[in-house]
C-alpha cells in the first residue's frame, strides 16, 4: 500500500467543490433542502453529504458566524445564530407581536400529540367548539388535513405541517418533548410561542376575541 497525493488531492478538490454547492443550494432554497436531493445534486452519497454538511456546521459555530447550518424538517437550512434571536426579533418584529391565543396553543398541542385526530376529538378533550381556532391554524399553515376517519361519518382528521417543525426548529415529531396527558406546560407554551410568533395579526374566532372597538 502507499499513499496516493493525486488522488487524495482531487477528492479534497471534489469535497471542497460539493461543500460550495451545499453551500449556494441551501442558501437560494426557501424550505429546508434534504439530503437526497443535494446528493443528487452534488453526486454524492446521501452519508457523505450528512458528513460534509455537518463539517460545515463545525466551522460556521467554530467560528462564531452570526448564522448556523441546521437540519430542520428532514432538510438543511441555514438560519440566525439562537444567540442573536433578540437582535433579529427586534429587527424583524418591531411593533409587531401578534401570537397565537391560549386556547389556539392548546388546539395546536392536541393535534400535535394526537394526530391523526379529528376535529370532533379535539372538541371532546378541549370541552369546547374548535371550528374557529383550527380554522384559524388551518390558515396559518401549521395544520393540515392528513385523512379521514375510516368509521361513520368519515370525519377529517387533521396532523401538523412542515410549516408547524420549520417553526418550532424540530426536524421530526420526534423530537417534540413529551407532555403529560397532552397538556402544554409553561416551558412549552414559552417555546411554541417564541416559534410560532408571526407578523400577520391573528384572525379572530369565537375562541379569539377580536379587537376591541371604541
Known amino acids: 500500500m502507499y499513499d496516493d497525493p493525486v488522488g487524495d488531492a482531487t477528492s479534497a478538490l471534489r469535497d471542497h467543490e460539493a461543500r460550495r454547492i451545499i453551500e449556494a443550494v441551501v442558501l437560494a432554497a426557501t424550505d429546508p433542502v434534504e439530503p ?3 446528493a443528487q445534486l452534488v453526486e454524492l ?10 463539517e460545515l456546521a ?9 448564522f448556523v447550518l441546521v437540519r430542520i424538517a428532514g432538510g438543511y437550512r441555514y438560519q440566525t445564530h439562537p444567540e442573536l434571536a433578540p437582535y433579529v426579533e427586534r429587527f424583524v418584529l418591531e ?10 396553543f392548546e388546539t395546536l398541542a392536541i393535534v400535535a400529540y394526537k394526530q391523526p385526530i379529528s376535529r370532533g376529538q379535539i372538541s371532546a378533550i378541549r370541552g369546547v367548539d374548535v371550528e374557529s381556532v383550527l380554522r384559524t391554524l388551518l390558515q396559518r399553515g401549521y395544520v393540515e388535513e392528513v385523512g379521514r376517519d375510516p ?7 387533521y ?9 418550532l426548529g424540530l426536524d421530526s415529531l420526534a423530537s417534540l418533548p413529551p407532555l403529560g396527558d397532552f397538556v402544554p406546560g409553561p416551558e412549552v407554551v414559552e417555546s411554541l410561542e417564541r416559534g410560532l410568533r408571526v407578523s400577520d395579526q391573528p384572525v379572530p374566532s369565537s375562541d379569539e376575541p377580536g379587537p376591541a372597538t371604541g
Open 36 to 38: 437526497s436531493l443535494l
Open 45 to 54: 452519497p446521501v452519508a457523505r453529504i450528512e458528513e460534509l454538511c455537518a
Open 58 to 66: 463545525e466551522e460556521y459555530f467554530a467560528s462564531g458566524r452570526g
Open 95 to 104: 411593533g409587531q407581536h401578534a401570537r397565537l391565543s391560549g386556547p389556539a
Open 151 to 157: 368509521g361513520p361519518g368519515n370525519a377529517v382528521l
Open 159 to 167: 396532523g401538523t405541517t412542515r410549516e408547524f417543525l420549520e417553526r
